[in-house]
């Protein structure tokens, strides 16, 4: 499979995201450091939005095939200027997360990272599992054994442990 970082405020969805993908019981976890997995880069919320910190961004996304921006349904504002993806030299993804959550304008964010120039967009729930296969099909590549068969085995809804104000 391609390789992917993602990227995207605290918050937002980045690590509850990982563990969907791996197919992983749900629970809140703070990445407090840039954590590599199999072909998960997830990074801290703090490294997008500190200055100083964004250039280690910057230097891990040539460890990745593909970099995922990810924008939370319930921002109220865009944290990626217009036409930020041109300064990438990966494929950059757009990611619209928590697309379930009562609050949440999925379309004001699909259309904040089109803004960006993330090409394609995927809205995905980690919750429910919607738009997870979407993701996977796009990173697979030829010969690639995915952990299901199926969008139905990929989408269903996780187990969800606690969120990130505790048990559920």
Known sequence: MKKIILM????????TLTQALKGDVIHYHK???????????????????NASL??????????????????????P?????????????RPVIGIVTQIDHEGGDPDRAHNW??????DPIFRV????????????????EPGDVLPWDTAEEAE??????SDKYGAL
Do not use: F
């Not at 990272?113 to 993330?118: E, H, K, P, T, V």
């Open 8 to 15: 995207g405020r605290s918050e937002c969805g980045k690590t």
């Open 31 to 49: 990445t407090q450091y840039i954590n590599h997995y199999d072909v998960v880069i997830d990074t801290p919320g703090e490294y997008a939005e």
């Open 54 to 75: 964004a250039k280690a961004l910057a230097l891990y996304t040539y460890e990745a095939d593909v970099v995922g921006l990810l924008l939370s349904a319930t921002e």
């Open 77 to 89: 504002y865009s944290l990626y200027p217009p036409c930020v993806t041109a300064c990438c030299n």
């Open 113 to 118: 990272l089109a803004l960006a120039g993330c």
């Open 125 to 140: 729930s980690s919750y429910t599992g919607e738009g997870i296969w979407q993701i996977l099909n796009y990173l697979r």
């Open 156 to 161: 269903h809804p996780r187990m969800v442990l």
